[in-house]
């Protein structure tokens, strides 16, 4: 089974900290995906990386990088937390579709309250 | 857009009752994905139906599509309480970073 797990289930800090997420997949997948999740919103793209060193903004950068120094991390910075991404934090990989059809998997979040 | 938008945003039934959701798209598609949530948990993937497929079954699940009308449904048949989740489908185009959007999802309770 695949595999996908975040550092973390809850996490709560400060304005203006730095803060990291991270997301381990074992199952070799070429991308991978960061999204938030906020009521009434549905989810949202971040960031996504299709290869090591790789990495594309998503619908709602702002706030945040990414880093993927190995195929199988990645991990969501933001730079200097702030109450309004206060959030579920989630995280997917998936194969290239050529050979998955694009399926992604999810791991089982992380929620974020920012004080 | 690629997105998908699912109908009703919130479904009630009683356990034994089939469930039945919407989902409705813009663009033309590869494959049409349902994924199910978990209250606080991430999304698990539940099945897949490319264009050229009309009808899906998985154990419970049937999934139908129809892309003259851009449109896909998902029934859940005799439901149980466990079936209570959140609902998402994701119409998908395909290409080589397999970028999916979801939509806001269908908040299903399944009331013993």
């Known amino acids: 089974d695949v595999k996908v797990t975040q550092s973390s289930r809850y996490l709560v800090k400060r304005t203006g900290e730095k803060v990291f997420l991270e997301c381990v997949q074992d199952?070799?997948?070429?991308?991978m995906f960061w999204y938030r999740q906020d009521p009434g919103l549905g989810l949202r793209l971040i960031y996504f990386?299709?290869?090591?060193?790789?990495?594309e903004k998503g619908d709602i950068p702002e706030g945040y990088s990414v880093s993927r120094e190995k195929k199988e991390r990645f991990s969501l910075i933001l730079e200097s937390a702030s109450t309004n991404q206060t959030s579920m934090y989630l995280c997917?990989?998936?194969?290239?579709?050529?050979?998955?059809?694009?399926?992604?998997?999810f791991g089982a979040g992380t929620r974020l309250s920012v004080l | 857009s690629q997105q998908g938008e699912e109908d009703p945003q919130a479904l009630s039934i009683q356990e034994g009752e089939n469930a039945t959701m919407n989902c409705s798209y813009k663009?033309?598609?590869?494959?049409l994905q349902w994924y199910r949530q978990n209250s606080g948990r991430g999304l698990v993937h539940l099945i897949l139906?490319?264009?050229?497929?009309r009808e899906k079954h998985s154990g419970r699940l049937r999934v139908t599509l129809d892309t003259s009308k851009k449109s896909s449904s998902l029934l859940i048949t005799a439901s149980r309480a466990a079936d209570t989740a959140s609902y998402f489908c994701?119409?998908?185009?395909?290409?080589?970073?397999?970028?999916?959007?979801f939509g806001k999802g269908t908040k299903l309770s399944v009331k013993p």
């Open positions: 663009t033309s598609i590869n494959n």
């Open positions: 990386s299709y290869d090591v060193k790789m990495k």
């Open positions: 994701a119409p998908s185009k395909g290409g080589s970073q397999g970028n999916l959007i």
């Open positions: 139906i490319r264009s050229n497929e």
């Open positions: 199952m070799d997948h070429e991308n």
């Open positions: 997917a990989s998936s194969p290239t579709p050529g050979q998955g059809a694009g399926i992604q998997y």
